[in-house]
């Protein structure tokens, strides 16, 4: 990504502040009465993997040594470092958007994607909307290209320390937490196998996460009926990731993806909400 110098957006609705960056169209910071209820980005960094929160367009997860074929056309991708051989998480993530929308509670941002690597052409945008408690990311991308496009969406939020997790979901992919590739589907019991780098299906579109001293709720519209769960060794935070699809599903199951028509637009949004004490 760019190292070009831009203003990153405050949007404010008392007692929360929210603070997002069109390097990557992330979230650097957010906070409610003071308290950072994700992982803060820390100061003066533009690395789109130490945020709070980054977009996951037009893919989430890993794409196995970064290659697939879509209807007829095999596409090669470059690798990611973190995740190499394989792709990782799109590229939204490493592009510089500009700044459609602001006012004091709301801000969009719009990246237009001409081709290349990724042979569609699209425009991706994403809106931020806060609220004294919450807050809503809503992505939505729109196929320029003259054929269907793979699309995947998701957000990726990190939040901070050991919570407990209350979620309902059908199944379970485990994987190799070194190289996690999706290896085999099981019933969701309520428990995630440790190390945790797991992909939920048939999710409920709702989690809880719990911490002694709050509360947070999380919760997602379609098509985003995955949640991938991603912890550290060490847990020093935790990821609980809305998504539309499960890892490598351009290879493994490419029914997962959402087959985007010329002209059409697909939107999903998430929205993170400190719930009030009991």
Not at 28 to 34: E, K, N
Not at 178 to 196: A, N, S, Y
Not at 254 to 267: K, Q
Request: glycine share 8%; aromatic share 8%.
């Amino acid at each position: 990504m760019s190292g070009t110098a831009v203003d990153a957006v405050q949007l404010t609705a008392e007692p929360s502040q929210l603070i997002v960056d069109p390097r990557g169209a992330v979230v650097r910071q957010w906070s409610v009465a003071g308290e950072r209820i994700l992982r803060p980005m820390p100061d003066g960094s533009s690395d789109p993997l130490q945020s709070a929160c980054y977009p996951l367009v037009p893919f989430s997860s890993r794409i196995s040594e970064g290659r697939f074929a879509w209807q007829g056309q095999d596409v090669q991708l470059p690798p990611m470092p973190p995740a190499a051989p394989h792709a990782l998480h799109g590229f939204g993530w490493r592009a510089l958007w500009t700044v459609e929308e602001r006012s004091e509670t709301r801000t969009t941002f719009a990246w237009l994607h001409k081709g290349g690597d990724w042979p569609w052409s699209f425009e991706a945008r994403q809106t931020f909307a806060l609220t004294p408690r919450a807050f809503v990311m809503t992505l939505s991308v729109n196929n320029l290209d003259k054929t269907p496009m793979p699309l995947g969406l998701g957000l990726h939020p990190h939040f901070p320390g050991t919570p407990t997790l209350e979620i309902s979901a059908e199944g379970l992919w485990t994987a190799d937490y070194d190289d996690p590739i999706p290896q085999r589907l099981v019933p969701f019991d309520g428990t995630l196998p440790d190390p945790v780098d797991h992909c939920l299906t048939g999710w409920s579109g709702e989690a809880v996460l719990r911490w002694p001293d709050r509360i947070v709720r999380l919760t997602a519209t379609p098509p985003l009926g995955h949640l991938h769960i991603y912890a550290p060794r060490g847990r020093a935070f935790l990821c609980a990731e809305p998504v539309s699809h499960a890892p490598d599903a351009l290879n493994r199951a490419p029914a997962e993806m959402i087959a985007l028509a010329p002209g059409e637009t697909v939107s999903a949004s998430a929205r993170i909400e400190v719930l009030p004490p009991r």
